[in-house]
Protein backbone atom coordinates (compact mmCIF):
# COMPACT_ATOMS: atom_id res chain seq x y z
CA UNK A 1 0.00 0.00 0.00
CA UNK A 2 1.07 3.46 -0.61
CA UNK A 3 2.05 5.57 2.32
CA UNK A 4 2.72 8.89 0.92
CA UNK A 5 5.44 10.71 1.78
CA UNK A 6 5.77 14.59 2.42
CA UNK A 7 1.79 15.10 3.73
CA UNK A 8 0.54 17.75 6.28
CA UNK A 9 0.32 15.43 9.53
CA UNK A 10 -3.44 15.80 11.32
CA UNK A 11 -2.88 17.48 14.72
CA UNK A 12 -4.14 15.58 18.22
CA UNK A 13 -6.60 18.07 18.62
CA UNK A 14 -8.53 17.68 15.44
CA UNK A 15 -8.63 14.46 15.88
CA UNK A 16 -9.93 14.78 19.14
CA UNK A 17 -12.47 16.83 18.08
CA UNK A 18 -14.06 14.04 15.57
CA UNK A 19 -17.24 12.22 16.84
CA UNK A 20 -15.44 8.84 16.85
CA UNK A 21 -12.63 10.29 19.09
CA UNK A 22 -15.70 11.83 21.24
CA UNK A 23 -17.88 8.86 21.39
CA UNK A 24 -16.68 5.30 20.73
CA UNK A 25 -19.00 2.70 18.92
CA UNK A 26 -20.75 0.19 20.62
CA UNK A 27 -22.91 -2.03 18.84
CA UNK A 28 -23.64 -5.68 18.18
CA UNK A 29 -22.64 -7.56 15.69
CA UNK A 30 -24.33 -10.29 13.03
CA UNK A 31 -23.97 -13.18 15.37
CA UNK A 32 -25.15 -11.22 18.80
CA UNK A 33 -21.69 -10.29 19.87
CA UNK A 34 -20.85 -6.86 21.19
CA UNK A 35 -18.34 -4.96 19.67
CA UNK A 36 -16.89 -1.40 20.61
CA UNK A 37 -15.10 0.85 18.00
CA UNK A 38 -12.74 3.37 18.90
CA UNK A 39 -9.58 5.05 18.23
CA UNK A 40 -6.09 3.35 18.86
CA UNK A 41 -4.69 4.41 22.01
CA UNK A 42 -1.51 3.40 22.71
CA UNK A 43 -2.07 0.23 25.47
CA UNK A 44 -3.12 -0.99 21.81
CA UNK A 45 0.28 -1.16 20.23
CA UNK A 46 1.11 -4.60 21.11
CA UNK A 47 -2.05 -6.51 20.44
CA UNK A 48 -2.42 -4.78 17.30
CA UNK A 49 0.84 -6.05 16.15
CA UNK A 50 0.04 -9.52 17.50
CA UNK A 51 -3.19 -9.27 15.29
CA UNK A 52 -1.12 -8.72 12.28
CA UNK A 53 1.06 -11.32 13.08
CA UNK A 54 -1.39 -14.20 14.08
CA UNK A 55 -3.38 -13.55 10.46
CA UNK A 56 -3.74 -15.86 8.20
CA UNK A 57 -2.39 -16.13 5.80
CA UNK A 58 -0.02 -13.73 5.40
CA UNK A 59 0.31 -11.87 1.97
CA UNK A 60 -3.87 -11.95 1.62
CA UNK A 61 -4.23 -8.86 0.22
CA UNK A 62 -1.98 -7.07 -2.42
CA UNK A 63 0.79 -8.66 -0.42
CA UNK A 64 -0.16 -7.74 3.28
CA UNK A 65 0.54 -8.38 5.70
CA UNK A 66 3.69 -9.05 5.19
CA UNK A 67 5.46 -12.50 5.36
CA UNK A 68 8.32 -12.03 7.37
CA UNK A 69 7.07 -11.34 10.96
CA UNK A 70 10.36 -8.30 11.18
CA UNK A 71 8.71 -6.83 8.11
CA UNK A 72 5.29 -7.60 9.37
CA UNK A 73 6.06 -5.24 12.71
CA UNK A 74 7.17 -2.45 10.52
CA UNK A 75 4.72 -2.43 8.45
CA UNK A 76 2.30 -1.76 11.65
CA UNK A 77 4.79 0.96 13.33
CA UNK A 78 4.61 2.43 9.96
CA UNK A 79 0.67 2.48 10.00
CA UNK A 80 0.59 3.75 14.25
CA UNK A 81 2.94 6.47 12.61
CA UNK A 82 1.41 7.56 9.75
CA UNK A 83 -1.62 6.63 10.06
CA UNK A 84 -5.09 7.33 12.20
CA UNK A 85 -5.96 4.14 13.14
CA UNK A 86 -9.53 2.82 14.74
CA UNK A 87 -9.78 -0.65 16.51
CA UNK A 88 -12.57 -3.12 16.85
CA UNK A 89 -12.52 -4.91 20.00
CA UNK A 90 -14.21 -7.66 21.13
CA UNK A 91 -14.83 -8.48 25.38
CA UNK A 92 -13.45 -11.81 24.91
CA UNK A 93 -10.87 -11.63 22.46
CA UNK A 94 -9.66 -7.47 22.37
CA UNK A 95 -8.49 -6.25 19.13
CA UNK A 96 -10.81 -8.41 16.11
CA UNK A 97 -10.22 -5.55 13.64
CA UNK A 98 -8.51 -2.38 12.60
CA UNK A 99 -8.96 0.34 10.27
CA UNK A 100 -6.88 3.17 8.97
CA UNK A 101 -6.69 6.42 6.93
CA UNK A 102 -3.22 7.86 5.54
CA UNK A 103 -2.81 10.99 4.46
CA UNK A 104 -1.92 11.24 1.05
CA UNK A 105 -1.43 14.65 -1.36
CA UNK A 106 -4.67 16.74 -2.89
CA UNK A 107 -7.30 16.84 0.33
CA UNK A 108 -7.12 12.26 -0.33
CA UNK A 109 -6.48 10.09 1.90
CA UNK A 110 -5.89 6.06 1.89
CA UNK A 111 -8.08 3.59 3.61
CA UNK A 112 -6.80 0.07 4.97
CA UNK A 113 -9.36 -2.17 6.86
CA UNK A 114 -8.73 -5.44 8.10
CA UNK A 115 -11.04 -8.00 10.18
CA UNK A 116 -9.61 -11.01 11.57
CA UNK A 117 -10.66 -14.30 9.97
CA UNK A 118 -13.33 -15.18 12.52
CA UNK A 119 -14.56 -12.03 12.95
CA UNK A 120 -15.42 -11.66 8.81
CA UNK A 121 -19.18 -11.22 7.35
CA UNK A 122 -20.61 -10.48 10.70
CA UNK A 123 -21.06 -6.60 9.79
CA UNK A 124 -18.49 -4.97 11.85
CA UNK A 125 -16.41 -3.97 8.28
CA UNK A 126 -19.08 -1.93 7.42
CA UNK A 127 -19.52 -0.22 10.52
CA UNK A 128 -15.74 0.33 10.39
CA UNK A 129 -16.01 1.72 6.59
CA UNK A 130 -18.89 4.32 7.93
CA UNK A 131 -17.24 5.30 10.57
CA UNK A 132 -13.61 5.81 8.61
CA UNK A 133 -15.36 7.92 6.21
CA UNK A 134 -17.04 10.06 8.52
CA UNK A 135 -13.11 10.64 10.36
CA UNK A 136 -12.20 11.63 6.69
CA UNK A 137 -14.66 13.70 6.46
CA UNK A 138 -14.29 15.49 9.80
CA UNK A 139 -10.69 15.73 9.20
CA UNK A 140 -11.38 18.16 5.87
CA UNK A 141 -10.02 15.62 3.30
CA UNK A 142 -12.19 15.81 -0.15
CA UNK A 143 -11.81 12.07 -0.81
CA UNK A 144 -10.94 8.34 0.65
CA UNK A 145 -8.82 6.35 -1.82
CA UNK A 146 -8.72 2.50 -2.44
CA UNK A 147 -7.71 -0.09 -3.91
CA UNK A 148 -8.94 -3.60 -3.64
CA UNK A 149 -8.40 -7.18 -5.53
CA UNK A 150 -10.79 -7.74 -8.33
CA UNK A 151 -11.38 -11.18 -6.54
CA UNK A 152 -12.04 -9.30 -2.89
CA UNK A 153 -15.90 -9.77 -3.23
CA UNK A 154 -16.90 -8.61 0.11
CA UNK A 155 -14.95 -5.90 0.33
CA UNK A 156 -15.60 -4.70 -3.15
CA UNK A 157 -19.49 -4.76 -1.76
CA UNK A 158 -18.82 -3.63 1.37
CA UNK A 159 -17.07 0.01 -0.23
CA UNK A 160 -20.11 -0.31 -2.83
CA UNK A 161 -22.40 -0.48 -0.37
CA UNK A 162 -20.28 2.20 2.00
CA UNK A 163 -20.43 5.17 -1.28
CA UNK A 164 -16.84 4.13 -2.76
CA UNK A 165 -17.11 4.19 -6.57
CA UNK A 166 -14.76 2.92 -9.23
CA UNK A 167 -12.22 4.71 -10.85
CA UNK A 168 -9.89 2.69 -12.32
CA UNK A 169 -7.93 -0.74 -12.78
CA UNK A 170 -4.49 -0.45 -11.33
CA UNK A 171 -3.32 -3.40 -13.02
CA UNK A 172 -5.38 -6.66 -13.92
CA UNK A 173 -5.81 -7.54 -10.45
CA UNK A 174 -6.58 -4.41 -8.44
CA UNK A 175 -9.69 -1.83 -8.94
CA UNK A 176 -9.23 1.45 -7.36
CA UNK A 177 -12.12 3.19 -5.55
CA UNK A 178 -12.69 6.27 -3.79
CA UNK A 179 -15.45 8.43 -2.39
CA UNK A 180 -16.13 12.45 -3.10
CA UNK A 181 -16.90 12.86 0.53
CA UNK A 182 -18.61 16.47 -0.59
CA UNK A 183 -20.55 14.78 -2.64
CA UNK A 184 -21.17 11.79 -0.33
CA UNK A 185 -22.57 14.33 2.52
CA UNK A 186 -24.96 16.05 -0.09
CA UNK A 187 -26.99 12.95 -1.35
CA UNK A 188 -26.68 11.30 2.66
CA UNK A 189 -29.23 13.46 3.57
CA UNK A 190 -31.34 12.85 0.52
CA UNK A 191 -34.08 10.09 0.80
CA UNK A 192 -36.63 8.47 -1.36
CA UNK A 193 -39.33 10.70 -0.67
CA UNK A 194 -37.41 13.70 -1.42
CA UNK A 195 -37.11 12.97 -5.03
CA UNK A 196 -40.12 10.16 -5.70
CA UNK A 197 -42.93 10.79 -8.51
CA UNK A 198 -46.44 10.35 -6.31
CA UNK A 199 -48.13 10.35 -9.39
CA UNK A 200 -47.78 6.44 -10.21
CA UNK A 201 -49.22 5.01 -13.51
CA UNK A 202 -49.92 1.21 -11.99
CA UNK A 203 -51.61 -1.38 -14.38
CA UNK A 204 -53.61 -4.22 -13.27
CA UNK A 205 -52.35 -7.62 -12.92
CA UNK A 206 -55.14 -9.23 -15.44
CA UNK A 207 -54.75 -6.38 -17.68
CA UNK A 208 -53.89 -7.01 -21.34
CA UNK A 209 -50.40 -6.65 -23.36
CA UNK A 210 -52.02 -4.70 -25.99
CA UNK A 211 -53.42 -2.26 -23.41
CA UNK A 212 -50.12 -1.82 -21.58
CA UNK A 213 -48.58 -0.99 -24.85
CA UNK A 214 -51.12 1.92 -25.05
CA UNK A 215 -50.25 3.17 -21.77
CA UNK A 216 -46.37 3.01 -22.37
CA UNK A 217 -47.42 5.06 -26.26
CA UNK A 218 -49.15 7.44 -24.34
CA UNK A 219 -47.62 8.16 -21.35
CA UNK A 220 -43.75 7.60 -22.78
CA UNK A 221 -42.92 5.76 -19.92
CA UNK A 222 -40.30 2.71 -19.47
CA UNK A 223 -41.62 0.47 -17.07
CA UNK A 224 -45.32 0.01 -15.01
CA UNK A 225 -46.08 -1.66 -11.36
CA UNK A 226 -48.32 -4.45 -12.13
CA UNK A 227 -50.95 -4.18 -9.22
CA UNK A 228 -53.24 -7.29 -7.70
CA UNK A 229 -57.12 -6.92 -7.02
CA UNK A 230 -55.91 -5.49 -3.23
CA UNK A 231 -53.59 -2.72 -4.83
CA UNK A 232 -50.36 -4.75 -3.73
CA UNK A 233 -47.42 -4.56 -6.49
CA UNK A 234 -47.20 -8.28 -7.61
CA UNK A 235 -44.81 -7.53 -10.41
CA UNK A 236 -43.13 -4.93 -12.77
CA UNK A 237 -43.43 -4.52 -16.45
CA UNK A 238 -41.02 -2.93 -18.95
CA UNK A 239 -41.03 -1.97 -22.82
CA UNK A 240 -38.85 -4.58 -22.87
CA UNK A 241 -41.30 -7.34 -21.81
CA UNK A 242 -43.29 -6.11 -24.31
CA UNK A 243 -41.17 -6.20 -27.23
CA UNK A 244 -41.60 -9.95 -28.28
CA UNK A 245 -44.43 -10.07 -30.69
CA UNK A 246 -45.68 -13.26 -28.99
CA UNK A 247 -46.63 -11.34 -26.19
CA UNK A 248 -48.70 -8.80 -27.53
CA UNK A 249 -52.27 -10.76 -26.88
CA UNK A 250 -51.16 -11.98 -23.40
CA UNK A 251 -52.22 -11.05 -20.06
CA UNK A 252 -49.75 -8.59 -18.26
CA UNK A 253 -49.27 -10.88 -15.21
CA UNK A 254 -47.67 -13.54 -18.08
CA UNK A 255 -45.16 -11.38 -19.34
CA UNK A 256 -44.14 -9.04 -16.24
CA UNK A 257 -41.67 -9.43 -14.16
CA UNK A 258 -42.38 -11.16 -10.83
CA UNK A 259 -39.27 -9.99 -8.32
CA UNK A 260 -39.80 -7.05 -7.80
CA UNK A 261 -37.28 -4.70 -6.22
CA UNK A 262 -39.39 -1.84 -4.34
CA UNK A 263 -37.73 0.76 -1.71
CA UNK A 264 -39.20 2.55 1.41
CA UNK A 265 -39.58 6.43 1.34
CA UNK A 266 -36.86 7.21 4.35
CA UNK A 267 -34.38 4.70 2.17
CA UNK A 268 -31.11 7.40 1.54
CA UNK A 269 -31.27 7.99 -2.17
CA UNK A 270 -27.71 6.65 -2.57
CA UNK A 271 -29.13 3.07 -2.22
CA UNK A 272 -31.04 3.85 -5.03
CA UNK A 273 -29.01 5.43 -7.13
CA UNK A 274 -26.42 1.99 -6.66
CA UNK A 275 -29.79 -0.29 -7.35
CA UNK A 276 -29.51 1.67 -10.64
CA UNK A 277 -26.05 1.01 -11.26
CA UNK A 278 -25.83 -2.32 -10.21
CA UNK A 279 -28.73 -3.76 -11.44
CA UNK A 280 -29.73 -2.29 -14.57
CA UNK A 281 -33.14 -1.01 -14.00
CA UNK A 282 -35.31 1.89 -15.04
CA UNK A 283 -37.44 2.42 -11.77
CA UNK A 284 -38.60 1.23 -8.47
CA UNK A 285 -41.97 1.24 -6.65
CA UNK A 286 -41.78 3.09 -3.48
CA UNK A 287 -44.31 1.17 -0.99
CA UNK A 288 -45.71 2.64 2.43
CA UNK A 289 -45.47 0.66 5.62
CA UNK A 290 -48.21 -1.32 4.90
CA UNK A 291 -46.89 -2.93 1.67
CA UNK A 292 -48.92 -0.40 -0.67
CA UNK A 293 -47.65 1.59 -3.71
CA UNK A 294 -46.57 5.18 -2.71
CA UNK A 295 -45.12 6.74 -5.46
CA UNK A 296 -41.97 5.78 -7.67
CA UNK A 297 -38.73 6.60 -8.22
CA UNK A 298 -36.75 7.12 -11.97
CA UNK A 299 -33.72 8.45 -13.10
CA UNK A 300 -35.30 11.31 -14.22
CA UNK A 301 -36.80 12.28 -11.06
CA UNK A 302 -33.51 12.03 -8.93
CA UNK A 303 -32.32 14.14 -12.01
CA UNK A 304 -34.83 16.89 -11.94
CA UNK A 305 -34.35 17.06 -7.72
CA UNK A 306 -31.01 17.58 -8.51
CA UNK A 307 -31.85 19.95 -11.15
CA UNK A 308 -34.34 21.93 -8.88
CA UNK A 309 -32.04 21.79 -5.49
CA UNK A 310 -29.33 23.10 -7.72
CA UNK A 311 -31.52 26.04 -9.19
CA UNK A 312 -33.20 26.91 -5.09
CA UNK A 313 -29.35 27.19 -4.51
CA UNK A 314 -28.47 29.33 -7.30
CA UNK A 315 -31.91 31.45 -5.91
CA UNK A 316 -32.98 31.14 -9.74
CA UNK A 317 -36.13 29.19 -8.68
CA UNK A 318 -39.25 29.94 -7.35
CA UNK A 319 -42.62 27.99 -6.30
CA UNK A 320 -42.75 24.62 -8.57
CA UNK A 321 -39.19 25.20 -9.19
CA UNK A 322 -38.76 27.15 -12.74
CA UNK A 323 -41.20 25.13 -14.53
CA UNK A 324 -40.39 21.71 -13.34
CA UNK A 325 -43.58 19.49 -12.28
CA UNK A 326 -44.53 19.06 -8.42
CA UNK A 327 -45.58 16.01 -8.11
CA UNK A 328 -48.86 15.13 -5.58
CA UNK A 329 -49.97 12.22 -4.13
CA UNK A 330 -52.49 10.37 -6.07
CA UNK A 331 -54.39 8.60 -3.87
CA UNK A 332 -56.07 6.09 -6.23
CA UNK A 333 -52.32 5.70 -7.33
CA UNK A 334 -53.37 5.50 -10.87
CA UNK A 335 -52.90 9.35 -12.92
CA UNK A 336 -49.79 11.28 -14.13
CA UNK A 337 -46.66 10.51 -15.61
CA UNK A 338 -43.39 8.33 -14.87
CA UNK A 339 -39.71 9.04 -15.27
C1 LIG B 1 -13.16 -6.88 3.59
C2 LIG B 1 -13.55 -6.84 5.08
C3 LIG B 1 -12.87 -5.69 5.75
C4 LIG B 1 -15.07 -6.61 5.16
O1 LIG B 1 -15.46 -6.58 6.50
P1 LIG B 1 -16.56 -7.60 7.06
O2 LIG B 1 -16.78 -7.29 8.48
O3 LIG B 1 -16.16 -8.99 6.70
O4 LIG B 1 -17.83 -7.17 6.18
P2 LIG B 1 -19.35 -7.10 6.66
O5 LIG B 1 -19.67 -8.31 7.46
O6 LIG B 1 -19.64 -5.78 7.24
O7 LIG B 1 -20.09 -7.16 5.26
C5 LIG B 1 -19.88 -8.25 4.39
C6 LIG B 1 -20.81 -8.09 3.22
O8 LIG B 1 -20.34 -8.88 2.13
C7 LIG B 1 -21.38 -9.70 1.67
N1 LIG B 1 -20.77 -10.88 1.10
C8 LIG B 1 -20.38 -12.01 1.73
N2 LIG B 1 -19.84 -12.86 0.83
C9 LIG B 1 -19.88 -12.22 -0.36
C10 LIG B 1 -19.47 -12.57 -1.69
N3 LIG B 1 -18.90 -13.74 -1.95
N4 LIG B 1 -19.68 -11.68 -2.69
C11 LIG B 1 -20.26 -10.47 -2.44
N5 LIG B 1 -20.66 -10.09 -1.21
C12 LIG B 1 -20.47 -10.96 -0.20
C13 LIG B 1 -22.23 -9.96 2.89
O9 LIG B 1 -23.53 -10.38 2.54
C14 LIG B 1 -22.22 -8.58 3.55
O10 LIG B 1 -23.08 -7.70 2.88
P3 LIG B 1 -24.51 -7.22 3.49
O11 LIG B 1 -24.23 -6.72 4.89
O12 LIG B 1 -24.94 -6.14 2.55
O13 LIG B 1 -25.36 -8.44 3.50
C15 LIG B 1 -13.19 -8.16 5.82
O14 LIG B 1 -13.90 -9.23 5.22
C16 LIG B 1 -11.70 -8.45 5.79
O15 LIG B 1 -11.00 -8.05 6.71
N6 LIG B 1 -11.21 -9.18 4.78
C17 LIG B 1 -9.77 -9.53 4.74
C18 LIG B 1 -8.87 -8.33 4.61
C19 LIG B 1 -9.21 -7.54 3.39
O16 LIG B 1 -9.43 -8.10 2.32
N7 LIG B 1 -9.25 -6.21 3.54
C20 LIG B 1 -9.54 -5.30 2.46
C21 LIG B 1 -8.28 -4.94 1.77
S1 LIG B 1 -8.67 -3.90 0.36
Not at 8 to 30: G, N, V
Not at 201 to 230: Q, T, W, Y
Amino acid sequence: MEQAPATPPIHALELEQTSIYCSPLAFIDKRGNPILIKPLSEKWHEQLKRMYLNYEPRDDFAGLPPIRDDECVKWVEGMVRNGVNLVALSFEEGIIGHAAIFPMPNQTCEMLIVLTRGHQNTGIGTQMTHLIIQLAYELEFERVWLSVGAGNRIARHVYAKCGFEYIAHCDDNELEMTVDLKRYYQMKGITVKDVMNRRVVSIHENSSCREAIGIFVRKRIGALPVLDDVGEVVGILSETDLVVIGNYNQKVKDVSTKQVITVRPHCPLSKVVRLFQSKKMRCIPVLDRQGKLAGIVGRRDILAYYCRTDLETDGLASGNGAGLEEHRVDPSGNAGDLP
